[in-house]
């Protein structure tokens, strides 16, 4: 499969950990996901907030497309948007191409704090 730009979350400090919007590629099964120095395989539904996990540490993410509106995280956090995709991020996906010089954003989130 050709690379994608995707949200890439690390859950193994509970429910939010430090997410990042990056480049992956994807294994011919689809059941492996290659981010930077990550092996990440499918958990199959198995995983609570959670659909891959590393193969080397086990350490569970949350891997996902890239939301128009930024609300990627599910409470609200910073996520930090990988220089190599940048520029296509926020002209592509977020529509705001006035904002490609930021390296990081905070997402309201799909659950909203109280």
């Known amino acids: ?21 990056g480049r992956v590629t994807f294994s011919k099964s689809g059941w492996s996901i290659y981010y930077k120095n990550l092996k ?28 128009r509106d930024g609300n990627d995280t599910l409470y609200p956090g910073v996520v930090e948007v990988d220089e190599d995709v940048r520029e296509v991020y926020w002209r592509e996906i977020r529509k705001q191409p006035e904002k490609r010089h ?3 954003f905070r997402s309201p989130g799909k659950h909203p704090a109280k």
């Open 1 to 21: 499969m050709n690379p994608q730009i995707m949200y890439i979350e690390l859950k193994s400090e509970g429910l939010t950990g430090p997410a990042r919007i």
């Open 40 to 67: 990440l395989r499918s958990l199959n539904g198995s995983g609570f907030k959670a659909n891959y996990f590393d193969t080397e540490t086990g350490e569970e993410y949350w891997v996902s497309g890239c939301r």
């Open 102 to 104: 930021l390296a990081r």
